[in-house]
């Protein structure tokens, strides 16, 4: 997915070795940061240049390779995923406990939870920590990551 980048950095004379691009690809893998433009830009300038030297190099390979991401809708990538909602219930039903379901039910179901967090990821226009309402982290929101909300989807 990212070799379009790795080959452009070394094509621009940026010294980035294998060993750094799996380094960069794993701390992807692990979500050290989700759907956030500058964090994903520090990750991997911070695994990929070794010499401070080569910052304003892979600062021009950064800009061309990513240019217009921020400019991607939530609907374009909402339709992008393609997840199929069965496929989102039986994911559900192996990994939530009955008393978890019962609280999603409570909600108003399934649908409605995934109804009203496509509407908020169409309202939420930054990064959100903490509070009750906007999809982030460390929160009671339904929705985000590191939070404490039993009815809540895990997103991140």
Same mark, same amino acid.
């Given at each position: 997915? =990212? ?11 940026? #010294? ?7 380094? =960069? ?40 390779? =990513?240019?217009?991401?921020?400019? *991607? ?10 997840? #199929? ?62 939070? =404490?909300? #039993?009815?809540?989807?895990? *997103?991140?």
């Amino acid at each position: 997915m =990212f070799l379009v980048f790795f080959e452009a950095l070394r094509t621009a004379k940026v #010294p980035v070795s294998l060993r750094e691009y799996l380094s =960069f690809l794993e701390a992807v893998k692990t979500g050290l940061v989700t759907y956030n433009v500058e964090g994903f830009y520090y990750l991997a300038r911070t695994t990929m240049v070794k010499d401070e030297r080569n910052l304003d190099r892979f600062d021009q390979v950064f800009a061309h390779v =990513f240019k217009g991401m921020e400019d *991607i809708s939530t609907d374009a990538i909402l339709e992008a995923a393609n997840v #199929p909602h069965d496929w989102l219930e039986k994911h559900a039903e192996k990994h939530l406990s009955a008393q978890e379901k019962a609280e999603i039910e409570a909600l108003g179901g399934f649908d409605r939870l995934m109804e009203t967090l496509k509407k908020r990821l169409e309202e939420q226009r930054k990064r959100h920590q903490g509070g009750n309402k906007w999809i982030g982290t460390a929160g009671t929101s339904p929705f985000g990551a590191y939070g =404490f909300n #039993p009815e809540g989807v895990r *997103i991140g």
